[in-house]
């Protein structure tokens, strides 16, 4: 059973930084592509950030582009999002994802993409 764990969200004031964690068990994340979502509330779902699998390039959502920094550590089967200069908007619960494709040749931008989902994180900024 594939399970995610994430960590790390909370209320912040706009400027300041947040760092996310997601943990996996039950699968080993070294051969798939992780992202971050997010779901504002009457919003649908929407990339934030993937992670490849082949750990070269990361993609990001042009609104978070140059503030957040996604990585991960294949030993810890962990995937992170660093949220640095937060403004209201990035205001969400947040989510982790598993890609649905072992070794997945392109870049899997779309929830339907992703086979699992750790249960979110709230993450709330004051201006």
């Known amino acids: 059973q594939v399970q995610l764990v994430e960590s790390g969200g909370g209320m912040v004031q706009a400027g300041d930084s947040l760092r996310l964690s997601c943990t996996v068990s039950?699968?080993?994340?070294?051969?798939?592509?992780m992202a971050w979502f997010r779901q504002a509330p009457g919003k649908e779902r929407e990339f934030v950030a993937i992670?490849?699998?082949?750990?070269?390039?990361?993609f990001y959502a042009d609104s978070v582009k140059g503030r957040f920094t996604i990585s991960r550590d294949n030993a810890e089967n962990t995937v992170y999002l660093q949220m640095d200069s937060l403004r209201p908007d990035d205001t969400a619960v947040y989510y982790c994802?598993?890609?649905?494709?072992?070794?997945?040749?392109?870049?899997?931008?779309?929830?339907?993409?992703?086979?699992?989902w750790g249960q979110g994180t709230q993450v709330t900024v004051s201006s």
């Open positions: 994802a598993v890609d649905r494709s072992l070794r997945r040749v392109w870049v899997p931008k779309l929830a339907t993409h992703y086979a699992y």
């Open positions: 039950g699968r080993t994340i070294s051969t798939y592509s």
């Open positions: 992670s490849p699998w082949t750990g070269t390039v990361q």
